[in-house]
């Protein structure tokens, strides 16, 4: 019988948590696991090789994954989000839906610079029947890892081509991996862009105002991954302390209330901005009690309560937008 996947973390990545955390090659092998499991593709529909979760079901993947290693989560992400950007075009993209859905090709996503403001970093010109990206992507997880990336440019009147690139083409130049303090086995770099893209390959053009439309529905899914570095502080905190304990059981509490509010809002599907916040704050208060819990062992580098510590780093600024970063201060100004 197939393993769950929601226990497919704990029992795989969890008891290797460390060596994801610092070592590259550990990571792709852990790539490979899920890839062989099922697990790369959690969303696609089983015909296509995929497990067909959405919703709850999926966030609750997601939250596991981040309880066991949140390197590993930040990686598998990339590849999640790039799947549901080729599941929803059209065209002859839609051939790449099998090896994706079962990880025998496995991609990124570099759009975030979208939210920066001034002049755009990657511009796309229309060139003959192709589209010329030309630019800077200043963040590109997964360098080595993916052989494909959803990349983000903006065409002269500012709507925002989304297309798929083959990161093995020419014109495509990465810097070395960055020194990071949190997920840096998943080789995020910076990547220079000068290459011609076929029309087969645009995946959508969207309004100029895309992905600031779309990020307040990504907030409460992105919280799960928070609540899984809330939970794993958690568990670190009741291997120190017997069950009874008081300050023990209100942690816990506060745990599953937060659960309760972010996958309230990832049902109903309204913006999630304060309940992002809210787990963030929360995350953060069981990260230092896992680092206190644990004494002066937490201050090793291979000790898990640093490495929750790291997650909860990365897990804070993932997709963070001015709003996020405004309820994260209100949030914790509350604690």
Do not use: N
């Not at 092998?29 to 999926?58: I, S, W």
């Not at 996503?109 to 755009?120: F, K, T």
């Not at 309760?260 to 953060?284: M, W, Y």
């Amino acid at each position: 019988m197939a393993m769950s996947p929601r226990l497919w973390p704990a029992e795989v990545l969890a008891p290797q948590a460390q060596a994801l955390d610092t070592d590259s090659p550990a990571l792709q092998r852990a790539l490979d696991d899920a890839a062989a499991a099922g697990m790369l593709g959690l969303r696609a529909p089983p015909e296509l090789g995929g497990l067909g979760l959405t919703g709850e079901a999926f966030a609750r993947v997601q939250v596991e994954m981040a309880r066991a290693s949140g390197t590993f989560a930040f990686l598998q992400a990339q590849h999640q989000s790039a799947l549901g950007f080729v599941m929803r075009s059209e065209g002859a993209v839609r051939t790449w839906l099998p090896k994706l859905a079962t990880g025998t090709v496995r991609a990124g996503i570099a759009y975030g610079w979208l939210r920066r403001p001034g002049p755009p970093l990657v511009t796309a010109q229309v060139e003959g029947a192709g589209v010329r990206l030309r630019g800077r992507l200043p963040w590109m997880t997964g360098w080595g890892f993916f052989s494909h990336c959803v990349v983000a440019a903006r065409l002269p009147d500012r709507r925002v081509v989304l297309a798929w690139l083959d990161l093995s083409q020419q014109g495509v130049h990465a810097t070395p991996p960055m020194r990071l303090a949190a997920f840096e086995a998943a080789r995020t770099v910076a990547v220079k862009l000068d290459v011609i893209i076929s029309e087969d390959s645009v995946l959508k053009v969207a309004s100029e105002d895309w992905l600031e439309r779309r990020d307040p529905s990504r907030a409460a899914p992105q919280a799960a991954f928070v609540l899984g570095i809330a939970w794993a502080g958690l568990e670190l905190v009741a291997r120190c302390f017997p069950d009874g304990d008081e300050a023990l059981l209100g942690l816990r509490q506060q745990v599953e209330q937060v659960d309760a509010a972010v996958f309230s809002h990832i049902q109903s599907g309204e913006d999630g901005h304060a309940v992002r916040a809210e787990a963030i704050a929360l995350a953060g208060r069981l990260s230092l009690a896992a680092i206190a819990a644990s004494s002066g062992r937490a201050a090793l580098h291979d000790h898990a309560a640093q490495r929750v510590h790291r997650d909860l780093l990365g897990f804070t600024v993932l997709s963070q937008t001015p709003a996020v970063r405004q309820a994260t201060l209100a949030a914790l100004s509350q604690s």
